[in-house]
């Protein structure tokens, strides 16, 4: 049984990069900066528009008798319940929290409106990967230049739209079932039908034309994730305008297509598209591309993935308006000054692919049945995921982890949250290190980090008085990189000298996502650099990229006499 | 004259008249008396052109104009062409100077009606020409006010309304700012790698937009200030067993001729007798005249007869009939090959068009041909005759719908028809052509006249 269950969560909590351009990251908690994709502008929006969901506004519909029903029972949660757990939406971290509860022996059911896998199986990084390992293989068959120092010979390299679309899209389905029959193996009940909070410790959920069905549970997780926030002004009609939603679908590979956001999302589809051969045009509301990242590995990636490609960039603009194409005119974006708001200039091109984050989808879920108000859509919480009221009051066996909540917009994020949330309810208090879950960006070469960014460190350092050490390795220096003829890269390493603590590692380069963990692993179990660095890599391997990083590392003398860090630390 | 386009000055726009009304504001004149200032615009000289440069004014400021004369020479995309007018007027500003580029539909010069008005035309194009969006912009208004009035007020207005309406289809959306450019994200960085400025490129992409192939092209032509000119550019610098990327120039070529595989072409050869050729080439060579020449004037003649052998396929689902007969003749040059065009070829007298084909192989070698001067050809000649190679085919450049072969002229023994052996000159030509637009017949037709020009080339020199 466990071994089943291995298997099929392995895949799905591969990265979520989907959900990382949050725009609430930023003010919320400044070691999320990181993962703020872009401008504050996206703060603005009031009224979330929902591009596409199976989630209907329920206030607008007629209750039925059952509801009105219940409802006068609001005030008193039942005695005896339906299941363990309740998770409403079956993304990846409601998969996670649904197959960790029944491990830990509870009953548990999941309330899917949709599709089982939410943004990132149906929309999200699964299907992007695979168009990511389609645009990988085109780049290298295309590289000449590369092709000729392996000494290969490859005639000119093609692909077939469609095919490479359904490629995507196989994957997709694929991985959805795998998620599904881990679920249904393990005896997790999926109810389909839109979830809606009716009461303490009480869950509706029907499907439109349907009776609704009212279940209870002694404890409830809302885990119903995020849709692309598209700013306004901006027409979106899936065409010749579009968001990632219709970009992974790639129904079309547009001549010149305008990128709108730089960040993880914007990032990984000029990749793709570049490499199926379309150029692309960044707009960038702050001053540089990449804002998310470390300043160095920003610097290297747009050296290495902007400039010698067919990319050109606008930054400090808004895209005020963009009209979709029509009447044989093209996509014409008006673009205006961030700071001076002026009118800055006009684009007139193929498409626009709007990157600018993504807003959670919380409309509909009923929180003011409980006295929740949403802030900016997130669904206010503690460090342990607990729901908070608009008194500030917890509100007692409900829970709220992934994009829902806005803490860290990124799938295996929202998995270790609803993993949190059940040792929690099991009796084991826990509370997530968010420092320890990294990120991905997987263009060619990929992009990761873990951890605080240098100037983010450096801020820390000011205000509590310690010191920062930078350690640097590059891949050139890498065996198994050059074999591969990728000698291109960078692992950076952001350290406390005093005592050996990891605070932050970035790696630009081959195979960048995989090589994190070991970084991310040390900083969840507090392991050191003193201790980690005695650590054996297999020879030739690109894991001795880190290898070195952790003994080019200068940790002082003082913090060598201590014995094997005892506790992790959990922030 | 059949190439002077019948556009030109399109009815004065509601913006200009209303504001010569308040203009005059006081006078208390009556309506009919309003001023008469009118606006020259840039036309659309063919359907794929989003702007024209002014090669030259041919009447200056304050000159006088009849009905039907030419003001103005206009480059598009394909050719210059001579602009006339279609009121009788006084050329009052020049808006846009020679060498200046306009987008279609935007104004180049103002016509007063009288010679009193010129000073007031001329203060409204120093406060219009920053204003180019609006009158672009009022275009729109102009054809629907302008429509309804053609049952009624009939004749003088319904022409240039049915042109306006082909213009507007024409503008370019990018060129409602004015002069901006459109060039892509990749044509852009090669412009700045390849020294190229984007002002002086056509652009063949959608809109009219400058894609990479654009600039790779024009920078074919402009000399790059990185590459001194070789002292001895025969020499075969090869070195056996290296592989040598292709120049711009190689590369623009290898992209060209993969494309040509798209078009379904078939090819069509014809003996022709050349003395009578010879023994006129002989005769006018010290006045200058090439053989080149020649062929190409001769080729010029029989395309004017046979109008679809010089039209070409741009989108799978049209002829498209070129109004100018430009010969573009295939040259090599140091690593590669260029195609200068010798423009209106039909039209322009031999030894005009001797002078012209000198100055352009000259600048082909100097790397200083500009983009007209090697991308407006509407037929190409090919000859490899000088080096003795009697017959070959060639390949058809992408944009064109034929191309012709031409090899040596060699003495041949003939058979006459009254049953005599004789020595003539023959020489074969060889045309590819586009199936989808040309067919055989037509090639067959297009051979025969073209022999009969050669074997009775009086026509040649006028």
């Known amino acids: 049984m466990h071994s089943i269950c291995f298997q099929a969560t392995g895949v799905p909590r591969s990265n979520y990069i989907f959900d990382s351009c949050s725009p609430a990251l930023a003010i919320s908690k400044p070691i999320n900066l990181r993962f703020c994709g872009l401008r504050k502008e996206a703060f603005g929006f009031s009224g979330l528009t929902h591009s596409s969901s199976g989630r209907v506004r329920f206030s607008s519909r007629g209750h039925s008798k059952k509801v009105s029903a219940s409802a006068e029972s609001n005030g008193s949660p039942p005695k005896s319940f339906d299941y363990d757990l309740i998770i409403i939406g079956a993304g990846v971290g409601g998969h996670g929290a649904a197959l960790h509860a029944v491990e830990k022996g509870l009953k548990t059911a999941i309330i899917e409106g949709d599709v089982v896998g939410g943004t990132c199986v149906n929309r999200g990084c699964v299907p992007s990967k695979a168009l990511l390992a389609v645009s990988g293989k085109m780049r290298e068959l295309q590289s000449e230049h590369h092709m000729k120092a392996l000494g290969l010979q490859v005639s000119a390299a093609g692909y077939d739209r469609q095919g490479v679309a359904d490629h995507a899209n196989n994957l997709a389905s694929k991985i959805r079932s795998n998620l599904t029959n881990s679920m249904k193996a393990l005896g997790v009940d999926i109810l389909t039908g839109v979830g809606t909070i009716v009461g303490p410790q009480k869950v509706k959920y029907g499907k439109v034309g349907f009776p609704d069905n009212i279940v209870t549970a002694k404890n409830i997780i809302i885990a119903t994730g995020s849709v692309p926030f598209v700013p306004k002004g901006i027409e979106v009609d899936g065409k010749t305008v579009i968001t990632s939603d219709h970009a992974l679908k790639l129904e079309s590979v547009p001549d010149w297509i305008a990128i709108v956001g730089s960040g993880y999302i914007g990032l990984e589809f000029s990749d793709v598209y570049t490499a199926l051969g379309s150029e692309v045009t960044f707009i960038e509301a702050l001053d540089q591309l990449m804002p998310g990242f470390d300043p160095e590995i920003g610097k290297l990636a747009q050296r290495v993935l902007i400039n010698p490609r067919k990319i050109d960039y606008h930054t400090g603009v808004f895209a005020t308006k963009i009209t979709p194409a029509k009447d044989g005119k093209p996509v014409i974006i008006e673009l205006i000054d961030a700071k001076t708001k002026e009118p800055k200039d006009t684009l007139e091109v193929d498409a626009a692919l709007i990157a600018t984050g993504r807003a959670p989808f919380t409309n509909g879920l009923g929180l003011e049945n409980v006295n929740v108000v949403t802030q900016r859509g997130f669904v206010p919480v503690d460090e342990r995921m607990r729901v908070i009221d608009t008194n500030g009051n917890l509100v007692p066996h409900l829970y709220c982890i992934g994009d829902a909540n806005g803490k860290m917009m990124l799938a295996h994020a929202a998995s270790a949250q609803g993993i949190s949330v059940v040792e929690q309810v099991t009796g084991r208090d826990h509370v997530l290190n968010h420092l320890s879950i990294p990120a991905a960006c997987f263009t060619h070469p990929e992009i990761s980090m873990v951890g605080l960014t240098e100037p983010q460190a450096r801020e820390k350092a000011q205000k509590e008085g310690f010191e920062v050490g930078v350690a640097k390795t590059s891949f050139k220096a890498n065996t198994k990189a050059l074999a591969e003829n990728e000698g291109e890269g960078l692992a950076k390493l952001i350290y406390r000298p005093d005592n050996g603590e990891i605070l932050g590692v970035h790696i630009f380069g081959l195979h960048a996502a995989d090589l994190i963990h070991e970084a991310s692993n040390a900083i969840a179990l507090g392991t050191r650099i003193q201790d980690i660095k005695f650590a054996v890599h297999a020879h030739p391997t690109l894991s001795e990229v880190l290898d070195e990083l952790f003994k080019s590392a200068k940790v002082k003398a003082a913090a060598l006499s201590h014995g094997p860090v005892s506790e992790p630390v959990a922030v | ?462």
């Open chain 2, 1 to 462: 004259m059949a190439n002077v386009l019948q556009t030109s000055f399109l009815p004065s726009t509601s913006s200009l008249r209303r504001r010569s009304i308040s203009g005059s504001k006081g006078k208390s004149q009556s309506l009919q008396v309003k001023a008469k200032i009118r606006e020259i615009f840039m036309p659309a000289l063919s359907s794929t052109m989003t702007e024209g440069k002014i090669v030259s004014w041919m009447k200056s400021e304050g000159d006088k104009l009849s009905k039907g004369e030419s003001v103005v020479v206009v480059e598009s995309d394909k050719a210059d062409m001579d602009v006339e007018s279609f009121h009788e007027g006084f050329l009052a500003a020049i808006m846009v100077e020679e060498g200046g580029v306009a987008p279609v539909g935007s104004a180049i010069a103002l016509l007063a009606e009288t010679e009193d008005e010129i000073a007031e035309a001329k203060a409204k194009s120093q406060s219009s020409s920053n204003s180019t969006p609006q009158v672009v912009e009022e275009k729109p208004k102009q054809i629907e006010e302008a429509a309804p009035d053609v049952p009624a007020a009939a004749a003088a207005p319904s022409v240039p309304v049915a042109k306006a309406v082909t213009l507007g289809s024409a503008v370019h959306p990018a060129s409602e700012g004015g002069k901006r450019i459109v060039a892509s994200p990749y044509a852009k960085k090669l412009a700045k790698e390849l020294k190229v400025d984007l002002g002086t490129v056509v652009g063949s992409g959608p809109l009219g937009r400058i894609v990479a192939k654009d600039v790779e092209a024009a920078a074919v032509a402009v000399p790059v200030a990185a590459s001194p000119a070789k002292p001895d550019p025969v020499a075969p610098g090869i070195e056996l067993g290296t592989v040598v990327p292709f120049t711009t120039m190689q590369g623009a070529v290898s992209r060209n001729m993969v494309e040509s595989l798209s078009v379904p072409t078939f090819r069509v050869g014809y003996t022709i007798t050349t003395n009578a050729l010879d023994a006129l080439y002989k005769k006018i060579k010290s006045k200058g005249v090439t053989m080149t020449a020649l062929l190409a004037k001769a080729t010029a003649l029989a395309l004017v007869q046979h109008p679809v052998v010089n039209s070409c396929c741009r989108d799978g689902n049209s002829f498209t009939y070129n109004s100018s007969i430009n010969i573009a003749v295939a040259v090599a040059i140091d690593g590669g090959l260029i195609t200068p065009v010798l423009q209106d070829a039909d039209k322009v007298d031999i030894y005009t068009l001797s002078r012209k084909w000198k100055e352009l192989v000259d600048k082909a070698r100097a790397k200083q041909l500009q983009p007209h001067e090697y991308n407006t050809g509407t037929f190409t000649l090919s000859n490899l005759g000088m080096f003795g190679v009697d017959r070959f085919d060639a390949i058809l450049p992408p944009g064109t719908g034929a191309i012709m072969a031409v090899g040596a002229s060699q003495p041949s023994v003939v058979a006459s028809m009254d049953g005599r052996i004789g020595m003539k000159n023959q020489m074969q030509v060889n045309v590819t052509a586009d199936h989808r637009v040309i067919y055989g017949a037509d090639l067959a037709a297009f051979l025969q006249t073209l022999a009969k020009i050669v074997e009775d080339p009086k026509d040649l020199t006028f």
